[in-house]
Each structure stands twice: as C-alpha cells, then as structure tokens.
C-alpha cells in the first residue's frame, strides 16, 4: 500500500496529570521531553513519517496546546492540528477526522495514535504498522494492536484473541478494561489476552459506518461539522456542535459494541505487536523505563546539577540545576519546579493525578 493512502491522527489533547508538576495545561506530558531530547509528540511523529508524508497528519488537541504544538511539529499542517473545543474523549476525536477524510478520501486507512507512547524498536513499529495498514485496507477491518503482556497489569485494558486470522493477527473476542489484579493474574497465564495498546487501524468509510450504526447522534454532528472543514464556517461550527458530542471513548463506542457480534462478524484483528511498547503513564513508569535502559547504580535515577547517595536505592529525583543528596531514602519520587515540589514514592505515583483535582477544586490555576 502506498504511503500517502495512511492518515495518521494523533490524539494530543490530554494534561497528563499524573506526570505535576512538571506537566501543566499549557505544557502536558506530550509536549514534554521525558525520554530524551525530542518530546513525546515529535517522537510520535518522526516514528510514522516513514509511512506518510507530513500532510496527511492530523493532530487532535485544545486550546491550551494548539500553538505550541504547532511550534514543535513546524512541518505539519496548521489546518490539521485541530484543537476542540470542549474535551470529549477519543470516539469524537478520531471520529471527526473519519467523516472530514470521508469528503475527500474514503478508502483512506487512518491510524490512531496516542501522543505520548515510547516505542523501543522502530522499524519493528513500522513493519508491523505496513501489516497492519494493508489489513484494514482489504474490507471492513478494524485492527487493533495487541502488546504481549509481561506482568499482570491492572492499569491497561485487555483483548481476548481467538481464531487466527492470519499466519500473524487474530480475530478478537472480547475487550475487557482494566481488571483487579486476579483477574489480570488470569489472562497473563492464559496466553491469548493481549494489553490494548490504544493504537488502532481502519479506513475511514470502516469507521465513520461504525459510528454511524454504534453511535449515531454524535456521528450526525461530525457530518455536519465535517461538511464545513476548509470553509470559513468551520470553526464556528465545530465550537457550536462538537461541545453536544457523547463524551465516550472509542472503546467503548465502536469495539466493545462490535466484538458482541462474535469474533467471525465483527471484523475486528488483533495485530500482536513486539516493538518495546510502553505508555509511560506515570512518574513510576518513567522511572522504570529509564532504568531498564541506563541502569544506575542502585536503581536511582537523578536528574540535578550532580549528586551524591548513601543507602538510597530506587529513588527517581528530578531537580534540574541543583545538587541532589539522597541518604537513607528508598523508592522515593521527587520533582522540583518553580513553583512546586512533589514528594511520593513509587506505590503512590499513580494517585498523583488527585493533587491536580485538589488544585482545580481550589481554582489554584497558576499550579496546573
């Protein structure tokens, strides 16, 4: 399949809260630099230009992000980097961008991608997105890549497998999200689950159908808003319209719906993917990756103007510009800003998102 046939839409829009006080509204996790010098959204990008050219992305964000977002991706289309008006999750998102390639190119395949992902094997990344393209191009087929699970994770949704498809993909069963830890314990050891990467394929007469069918007012608002791109109306359609959209991710609007037909009609593929995939949701999770990679003496991982440690081990200590002493101290998470620090461990950096909740109720803006 030719590269300029695949359009891929980049969902941006989100805070990264778990990731304060270094990710701010104005500056979320994707426009950030966690894993080395390009941010998360420009990684993203330069691991899909292979497969198509810098007009046909899209990037589906806020307000908040569109200009600097514009500033880091200069090569893109500014028409193309849209930003919505009111946050609506990800079937409104991609979906918008279905029926807007609808008017123009309906056999198109889209790819959906999360901004923010590390990716360790790139050009394993892109062999699998060729397979994966040319699948969703041959008929109605939503493909979905599958990460092969190396623990019993509780924070990533899961996709049961069945029948083969190919020599290499599967038909899915079922999609089930985040489950309690047995249950999780379960589906590791039976071998055919697979963790929902959040990366999909489909063309985009397959999606905007399955919207249509599975969510058809919102669908009806995005033809209208779609039938208005790259005229004067457009902006002021999308900001009067889009807001009335369901709040609803993609998952559970169109997969979870379609895969109750069964694995022989729902048309939906499990693509496993082998490529280093990690989504980093978390200052645990950075801390993780990086120690994987670099591994430091005693699992700390610092950033400062140097540093010194005694009896600490599996601390992760960003303080960019200061010297860093960490004695005694185990499985600590500490980032300095500015305007704040953040003290937890590493058990608890998932629930650093309720300090931005804190904020947001006490209308502390300057902090988020």
């Known amino acids: 399949m030719s590269k300029t046939s695949f359009h891929p839409v980049i969902l941006a829009g989100g805070r990264g809260t778990r990731f304060w006080p270094l990710s701010r509204q104005r500056r979320a996790k994707q426009l950030l630099a966690l894993d080395g010098k390009q941010t998360m959204i420009q990684q993203t990008v330069k691991r899909l230009l292979p497969l198509a050219s810098p007009k046909r992305f899209w990037v589906i964000t ?27 999750n990800t079937a409104p998102a991609i979906g918008l961008a279905a029926f807007i390639l609808m008017n123009s190119a309906p056999d198109a395949v889209i790819g959906l991608f999360p901004s923010d992902h590390v990716i360790g094997d790139e050009k394993r990344y892109g062999d699998v997105l060729k397979h994966g393209i040319e699948i969703a191009a041959a008929g109605e087929n939503i493909v979905v890549l599958g990460i092969r699970p190396t623990r019993a994770e509780t924070g990533y949704g899961y996709i049961e497998a069945g029948a083969s498809f190919e020599s290499d993909s599967l038909r899915v069963r079922r999609f089930t999200e985040k489950p309690d830890a047995a249950r999780a314990a379960e589906f590791v050891k039976a071998g055919n689950y697979f963790w929902n990467s959040g990366m999909f394929l489909w063309s985009a007469r397959t999606l905007a159908n399955a919207l249509l069918e599975h969510l058809p007012k919102t669908a009806a608002l995005l033809q209208q808003i779609a039938a208005t791109f790259g005229t004067r109306k457009f902006g002021a ?50 801390h993780e990756h990086h120690v994987g990679k670099s591994q430091p003496k005693d699992d700390n991982l610092i950033a400062g103007e140097g540093w010194f440690t005694l009896n600490a081990k599996g601390n992760y200590v960003h303080a960019p510009g200061k010297f860093v002493a960490a004695l005694g101290v185990n ?22 998102g309720r300090v931005v909740k804190y904020l947001d109720e006490k209308k502390l803006k300057n902090l988020v």
């Open 62 to 88: 806020n307000e908040h992000l569109r200009r600097e977002i514009g500033r880091q991706l200069p090569r893109l289309n500014r028409d193309q980097i849209l930003a919505e008006p009111a946050a609506r």
């Open 237 to 286: 359609t999308l900001a009067r319209l889009y807001p009335k959209c369901e709040n609803i991710s993609v998952d559970y609007a169109v997969l979870e719906p379609r895969s109750s037909k069964g694995e022989q009609n729902s048309n939906i593929i499990c693509l496993p993917a082998d490529f280093g995939w990690n989504d980093l949701g978390s200052w645990t999770a950075l």
């Open 331 to 352: 499985n600590l998470v500490v980032v300095e800003t500015d305007d704040a620090l953040l003290i937890t461990t590493r058990d608890q950096a998932q629930d650093v």
